[in-house]
């Protein structure tokens, strides 16, 4: 069965791969992965200003505030949702970021391994050894979900981890509509079985649909490949494609959602400004992520990830040696001469209003950081422009840093985004309870994403912040459901 609307997405380039599977009904869950998947390609690059895990988790948790951000303007998108699981590598690391019922699987050494924990209240159930196993396939709750992204949770807790990676491991990803068919052997022999990424992920997804998934299926499989020392980094090969989803072109989304009525004429230009965006780098784009940029059918996500793109150019230099030298001009003849003028006049205007619409966004942000030792509200974006700061202090508070947990204060120094004033407001309102906690005697401590170790790698590939979930008695109050 091939479902009509995909609310999946995902995402494959030479350094950054990131599945995600949308929640919210007919209106929100193709809008929500397409956005959060969108809002993440622009990490596809090998250097950071800052670790490369806490840019993936800062990066995710500005996805979620987005979204947000989407049902505030589209109150019918109210109630969508979205999983993330993703990876992002730097030197010989792979940044790991997860939350939802996505799942990541690695094969290395010879050893097959789920290294995702399902966010899920079955999941749940069976930690605290109330359920086993093999009752979970059957329970009635088995599809709510305890933590995902959306407009639920202004700061959701994401599992983090760093894992040394060698070259021949191989990485794979998927929605939860290939594990609700395929058992955990079938993945590894298929794994095992094939070395062709695409055959591999092709294989999964008919095996998949021919087993009767009652749900989209994507799948990205990612092998480590070894570059040596001297090799550009622009023409390490991203080889054999093998990232997939249950929709090919032919059966792409033709129906608009009811938040899309009021797309206008300018959504054409605006995914043609993703699309120049993505074409800089080789990847892999499927599902409604790749809808929306090919078409201009989910026009709330094109114009929000098209005001991003035009933000970011006030606040990321690009790489040395990126853009291109001027050709030289042949001499115009004398009565032509106001050509050049002209046009170069057009640039600057044009130039001088992105930069003004992307400096006017950046005074609508906020976000929670430091200020003296204290937690502070800053209005703006926290980084510069040169020696012009693009943010300043709103508010501070008489939250004392060192009065949180380790992981609170690395965030408020990391800065935490909000969506606006009330909203950071709220974030500050649960640091000074956590802080209030926090003084009453040590917090349990978190259960850590297991990680390994070793060489200088690139990816082969086919096509958190934290805080602890809230058990609830009640499942149909636990989270978003699918």
């Not at 997804?205 to 070894?226: K, Q, R, W």
């Not at 690009?318 to 001027?326: K, M, N, Q, R, T």
Request: charged share 25%.
């Amino acid at each position: 069965m091939v479902r009509l609307k995909n609310d999946d997405s995902a995402y494959v380039g030479r350094y950054l791969a990131v599945v995600a599977d949308g929640m919210g009904g007919h209106a929100g869950g193709n809008v929500a992965s397409a956005s959060t998947v969108l809002d993440l390609v622009h990490l596809d690059r090998g250097a950071h200003d800052d670790e490369p895990l806490t840019v993936l988790a800062d990066e995710i948790q500005a996805a979620n505030s987005l979204l947000s951000e989407l049902v505030t303007t589209s109150p019918q998108l109210s109630g969508m949702g979205t999983t993330v699981t993703a990876l992002l590598l730097h030197g010989n690391r792979f940044a790991f970021a997860h939350i939802g019922d996505s799942r990541a699987y690695r094969l290395k050494d010879g050893v097959f391994e789920q290294i995702s924990i399902d966010h899920t209240f079955v999941q749940r159930l069976i930690d605290e050894g109330r359920l086993r196993p093999e009752e979970a396939e059957v329970h009635p709750h088995k599809n709510v979900l305890m933590r995902v992204l959306g407009d639920v949770d202004a700061s959701p807790e994401l599992d983090l981890a760093t894992f040394e990676v060698e070259p021949g491991e191989k990485w794979l990803l998927c929605s939860d509509g290939l594990t609700a068919v395929l058992r955990d052997s079938d993945i590894e022999n298929v794994l095992r079985g094939t070395s062709d990424l695409q055959r591999c992920v092709d294989t999964l997804v008919e095996l998949t649909l021919s087993g009767g998934s009652p749900d989209n299926v994507t799948v990205a499989v990612l092998e480590i490949e070894e570059v040596p020392d001297d090799s550009p980094a622009a023409d390490v090969p991203v080889s054999a494609p093998g990232a997939a989803g249950t929709e090919s072109p032919a059966v792409a989304l033709t129906e608009r959602d009811p938040g899309d009525s009021e797309a206008d004429d300018d959504e054409p230009a605006r995914a043609e400004l993703i699309r120049q965006d993505l074409s800089s780098r080789p990847h892999i784009l499927v599902g409604a992520a790749s809808l929306a940029t090919e078409t201009g059918q989910i026009p709330i996500v094109t114009k929000r990830s098209a005001e991003r793109r035009a933000a970011r150019l006030l606040t990321h230099k690009a790489p040395p040696g990126s853009e291109p030298a001027a050709p030289e001009q042949p001499e115009a003849a004398p009565k032509r001469r106001w050509i050049v003028p002209a046009f170069l006049a057009l640039l600057a205007v044009l130039l001088a209003a992105v930069l003004w619409v992307g400096y006017t966004w950046t005074q609508t942000r906020y976000y929670v950081g430091s200020s003296d030792s204290n937690v502070a509200i800053y209005n703006g974006v926290s980084q510069s422009l040169g020696p012009i700061k693009l943010s300043s202090v709103t508010e501070q508070t008489d939250i004392p840093l060192d009065s949180l947990p380790e992981y609170q204060r690395n965030r408020v120094e990391g800065t935490i985004p909000a969506k606006d004033l009330l909203h950071a407001e709220q974030i500050v309102e649960d640091l000074r309870g956590t802080a209030r906690i926090n003084s009453c005697g040590p917090s349990a401590p978190a259960t850590p994403v297991k990680a390994t170790a070793s060489p200088v790698p690139s990816p082969t590939a086919s096509a958190g912040s934290t805080a602890a979930a809230q058990s609830a008695a009640d499942p149909d109050n636990c989270g978003g459901r699918k």
